[in-house]
């Protein structure tokens, strides 16, 4: 199920859709770098980390100030067309 909890401002939109393309570049080039090129394996596994901690952060300042429903075992997505934020749950 889905359902329509609130809606973020434009450049909060923005700011989370660009941690959510990074995060999704730096997964794809995860499986093309290869552990043998230690040092460049290594500062993506960082970035990676670094990207993901920015993204959660990001959902739970927005949940917190918008005061948002959640429910266990759910989780909020993001329409960057509208800007619209649901709770997604089975």
């Given at each position: 199920?889905?359902?329509?909890?609130?809606?973020?401002?434009?450049?909060?939109?923005?700011?989370?859709?660009?941690?959510?393309?990074?995060?999704?570049?730096?997964?794809e080039l995860s499986k093309i770098i290869t552990v043998a090129d230690e040092a460049l394996y290594e500062k993506l596994v960082k970035d990676?980390?670094?990207?993901?901690?920015?993204f959660q952060n990001w959902w739970d300042r927005m949940a917190e100030e918008y005061h948002w429903e959640s429910i266990e075992g759910g989780n909020w997505e993001i329409n960057f067309m509208t800007n619209e934020i649901y709770l997604v749950y089975e």
């Open positions: 199920m889905k359902k329509l909890i609130g809606t973020v401002s434009e450049e909060e939109k923005n700011e989370i859709q660009a941690l959510h393309e990074r995060r999704n570049g730096l997964k990676l980390g670094n990207t993901g901690l920015k």
